[in-house]
DNA sequence: ACAAAAAATGTAATCAATTACATTTTAATT
DNA sequence: AATTAAAATGTAATTGATTACATTTTTTGT
């Protein structure tokens, strides 16, 4: 592998004139520029990024902590990053964290060794030991730390739990079931609260007997649908927090001889692709997946660059698309 | 930030001893160790991998290249990849090319830039300019690119595929529709050859306008499907080259009034979390999607450590699943 | 107690780029 | 032509760890 004083020798001039030749082109005479880049494609140089980025002390990464990456939302959202990562010159690393704490401080600790310059995170932790560390450019997405002052991309969670809760009041259903994320999880404790908020506006009453825990996977939703269907009265609609929940709870309904939406009516979250595609297509709140992931990578660029983002508190817009998994109470 | 000389003064020992410390404990005196140790901890220092990189010349870090991260066969792969990197100690860089050769290519650079020391490509192109460059650690998984020497991980997609055609052949199928993949993929001709292996065991003709070309994609798999059935005598049964086509197709089916499998049976390709929970649940080919990314991780490994692997040519085995989107002829 | 061998530790070079600062060359102004 | 300013280029320090080799300390065997 050709370094720069391989270069610097062939063309004749220093290394500083050929690092500068690449760096800032302007800087140098177009004599000495074209004798530089004739000896570059001579010895076919490629600058050492790793050389180079020790010496100016940043990675040009970034760590993505995701809880986990077959999720299609979250892949999505992946998505968003890497094409932004990649416009505004970073690499990125991918941190399939399952969850875990310990997983996420040890790739949080990535920024310390400089192996990153900042980190994305889609779960709802502080992935520091110490909380106090949290003051590396870090930036929350989808699913955010509450009573922290962590920068987030969010949606507005309680509004469109709220929205879609409404529809299906509209529709004429009183008894609700829902079908939640995890205790501990940020958005399923806003998205209760939307959901709260619209039975309340109504006049009717929150039934926690009503809410059934899953881990927004297929079988989960389709084990809560199957014990709230079970029940002597069984609910007429069922609110889920994500579309994979919904699709599990849709299918398990129709094994328990079920119809959806005449029996009973189903909605998701996310507005994932499956969602249009499935039987019946999903009534769901749509997200702008990707943008989540570009507008966390802006933000991140800027905190890395010292610069003051425009906002420090996303939210990005959702969008209640009614399907036919939802029908009125018969 | 505390350096290694920061910890080496405060223990009274030199760099070496501290350096020592960390990556061979073995050869320091349990005293001086304790020394070492008590002074990292009060500097709460940890080594710059940055740097430490930069020395040995390695980076510790792999790049995948993936199609679409969004496509919930390549995101197992790619979690696949993850775990197994994390246990042997790389980081794995996300690469997302949209199959845009160009992309590749700069992803592929990283090795060059020591940025990365390997690569695993998913999609069935060489990622170099010069295809005689291809003397860097890289290892293809899933798609293989034919007639090159990479090393692979694949299935036999060839008996998969005859198996899959066998089995729609048993149930009595002669006019079998074809949702084929991108004529250029390596997989989509694999399956194609073992499509037409079974009929000409089972004594039929292969009809070419019986193929349709998708693109892995749901809306594709509706378009494929709409085409195929609006035939005046439309196929019975469909092979699909996978499952979001499949599910693509269903869907189309029932929208023009066709009952899967009644009238029309259809068939899938990976076994995504979402097959058994369609409606109906998908008939399909089961893939170790994880071990792909593990296997794959673990070759790469090996010739990044110029390590000879056990073989340059893994197969990894799949299973015919058949659920009920497939029946008797009627 | 001494020599030889083994173990522990230290010194200083090294990796490949960037860049502050010094020096040289060129251009502009009178 | 002389002076000054501006542009171009060069010199050498710097980044933080690793490690070959040198030196010191400890252990072993007699």
Do not use: W
Not at 90 to 104: F, H, I, K, P, S
Not at 112 to 118: F, I, L, M, N, P
Not at 277 to 284: A, E, K, S, V, Y
């Amino acid at each position: 592998m050709a370094t720069i004083r391989d270069v610097s020798k062939i063309a004749g001039v220093s290394v500083a004139t050929v690092s500068r030749t690449l760096s800032k082109p302007d800087k140098v005479s177009e004599k000495t520029r074209k004798l530089v880049n004739d000896a570059i494609k001579q010895t076919n140089y490629k600058p050492d990024i790793l050389a180079r980025n020790f010496r100016t002390r940043k990675s040009s990464t970034i760590v993505v902590l995701v809880p986990d990456i077959a999720n299609p939302f979250f892949s999505r959202v992946i998505r968003g990053i890497e094409q932004t990562a990649q416009r505004l010159g970073y690499a990125v690393l991918l941190g399939d964290t399952q969850g875990l704490r310990e997983r996420e401080i040890t790739y949080a600790n990535m920024v310390y060794t400089s192996q990153a310059d900042g980190i994305i995170q889609l779960d709802c932790h502080i992935p520091f030991e110490d909380k106090n560390d949290c003051t590396s450019p870090i930036v929350n997405a989808c699913d955010c730390v509450r009573g922290s002052n962590m920068p987030t991309v969010q949606l507005d969670n309680v509004a469109a739990a709220k929205e879609m809760a409404k529809h299906i009041i509209s529709l004429g259903h009183t008894d609700i079931g829902i079908i939640s994320g995890p205790e501990n999880s940020t958005i399923t404790n806003d998205r209760l609260r939307g959901f709260k908020q619209s039975l309340e506006e109504a006049g009717l009453s929150y039934n926690p007997a009503n809410r059934m825990f899953g881990d927004y996977s297929l079988p989960s939703g389709a084990m809560a649908a199957s014990d709230l269907l079970s029940k002597p009265i069984p609910p007429t609609a069922i609110m889920c927090m994500n579309d994979e929940m919904a699709i599990g709870a849709i299918r398990q309904a129709k094994k328990m001889g079920f119809s959806v939406p005449d029996d009973i009516s189903v909605t998701g979250f996310d507005d994932i692709s499956f969602a249009e595609f499935f039987d019946p297509p999903l009534t769901t709140i749509s997200q702008p997946a990707e943008e989540f992931g570009s507008n966390a990578m802006e933000m991140l660029f800027d905190l890395i660059n010292n610069k003051e983002p425009e906002s420090k508190n996303i939210l990005l817009p959702f969008n209640l698309v009614i399907r036919e998994s939802t029908g009125n109470k018969k």
